[in-house]
C-alpha cells in the first residue's frame, strides 16, 4: 500500500505558474504508473495529466497540452505537476493518483483506473 500527499496549491492570478509536488511513502513510487486529475465545484473530477511507471511516457489533457507538465523524481518518491499560464478555468483541487497495474493506452485517463490517492490541493486562479 502506498499513501499520497499533495502540496503546492494556492492562490495565483491568471498567467502565473504554479508547481504541485505529491509525495508517496510506504512503497517505491517507481512501482507505479501515476496520473494528475482535478475537481471544481460542483464538476466531475477530470484528468489532467499522466505518466508511466518509468516516466518515459506522458500524456494529457487537451485542456492543458502545451501549458502543464507531468514529470516524476522516483530517487525522492515524489511527482510532479508544473502548471503554467494559468487561467481561471484550471481553478480545482487536484489530485494525485497511483495504479499499481500497467495502464493500456486507453485506460490512463479513466480516474477507476487508479487505485490510490492523495487528499488533494486547492488552485485558485483570478483574474
Excluded at 510506504?26 to 496520473?35: A, K, N, P
Excluded at 505518466?51 to 510532479?80: M, P, Q, W
Amino acid at each position: 500500500q502506498v499513501q499520497l500527499a499533495e502540496s503546492g496549491g494556492g492562490l495565483v492570478q491568471a498567467g502565473d505558474s504554479l508547481r504541485l509536488s505529491c509525495a508517496a511513502s510506504g512503497r517505491t513510487l517507481s512501482s507505479y504508473d501515476m496520473g494528475w486529475f482535478r475537481q471544481a465545484p460542483g464538476k466531475e473530477r477530470e484528468f489532467v495529466a499522466h505518466s508511466s511507471y518509468n516516466g518515459d511516457t506522458t500524456y494529457y489533457a487537451d485542456s492543458v497540452k502545451g501549458r502543464f507538465t507531468i514529470s516524476r523524481d522516483n530517487a525522492k518518491n515524489t511527482l510532479y505537476l508544473q502548471m503554467n499560464m494559468l487561467k481561471p478555468e484550471d481553478a480545482a483541487v487536484y489530485f494525485c493518483a497511483a495504479s499499481t497495474a500497467g495502464l493500456l493506452l486507453s485506460s490512463r485517463m479513466l480516474s477507476r483506473s487508479y487505485n490510490y490517492w492523495g487528499q488533494g490541493t486547492q488552485v485558485t486562479v483570478s483574474s
